[in-house]
């Protein structure tokens, strides 16, 4: 069980996101903490990012590959031991049934007791900018993915007999909330974000640091800790449970 401040630690983790360098920007903090404290990180990542430039003479195949280093060394940053890059084109993500069926496959592969994933109720980032479709899609299938597709063993009937036995997730956490109910204290592990945020030269420039400075400062406001990343916490798996497996 964690409290408000965000103290429990899993065993194994999955980050679920629609592009590379998304992930450092949601919970990079966090993950450089549990990886320290042993737990599993396997980072996906959904699209292959061949869109984000604005380089006229940028060929996407070439932005892709591109972008799979930056996150790879990203990762390796924070202590992340296992990447799964799924192909899907950057800007067209769609909530599909495939997509959905692609993201069980490695729910039951990886059998991870945590899941982060984008908040998909969030339109908007305050009064910044709209929350990239791409986001909100990733968000969606990867909700649907954990409950109840993993867990079902007659979802997806192809995923048993391939090998892939079903998974029930513990917990669900969701990064851009709204309305946040878990907070991570990522003061020790804040100069590791900001290594990680800036492995992506591609797509980010050095005054990241401070942007990331700002984001994790407002997260911890009226905590005693300076910096903080925050999300909305689901508990899939708790021992009190009342309800049978099948509602």
Excluded at 64 to 76: F, M, N, V
Excluded at 126 to 147: C, E, K, L, Q
Excluded at 216 to 243: I, M, N, S, T, Y
Aim: include cysteine; charge should be negative; proline fraction near 5%.
């Amino acid at each position: 069980m964690t409290n408000e401040m965000g103290d429990y630690v899993p065993g194994s983790a999955m980050v679920v996101v629609a592009h590379p360098d998304d992930a450092e920007f949601m919970v990079a903090g966090t993950v450089a903490k549990w990886t320290a404290l042993g737990c599993e990180v396997t980072y996906v990542i959904i699209t292959k990012g061949d869109k984000g430039s604005e380089d006229r003479t940028m060929r996407p195949s070439r932005l892709a590959e591109i972008r799979e280093e930056e996150q790879r060394a990203a990762g390796k940053t924070l202590g992340v031991q296992n990447f799964e890059f799924m192909g899907y084109p950057d800007g067209y993500l769609e909530h599909t049934i495939e997509l959905r069926r692609d993201l069980t496959r490695l729910i039951r592969k990886y059998r991870p007791e945590l899941i982060v994933c984008f908040d998909p109720r969030t339109r908007f980032f305050g009064d910044m900018y709209p929350n990239h479709p791409d986001h909100r899609a990733s968000g969606d299938a990867t909700i649907d993915a954990v409950f109840p597709s993993a867990r079902d063993h007659l979802t997806f009937p192809e995923l048993l007999a391939d090998g892939y036995d079903t998974h029930k997730v513990a917990e669900l956490w969701l990064s851009a909330a709204e309305r946040p109910n878990v907070w991570v204290d990522i003061t020790d592990t804040f100069e590791k974000k900001k290594e990680a945020l800036l492995a992506h030269p591609s797509q980010l420039g050095e005054d990241v640091a401070d942007f990331a400075t700002e984001m994790a400062r407002q997260a911890a406001e009226g905590r005693d800790f300076e910096f903080a990343e925050a999300f909305w916490r689901v508990q899939l798996e708790r021992p009190d449970q009342v309800f049978k497996d099948n509602v």
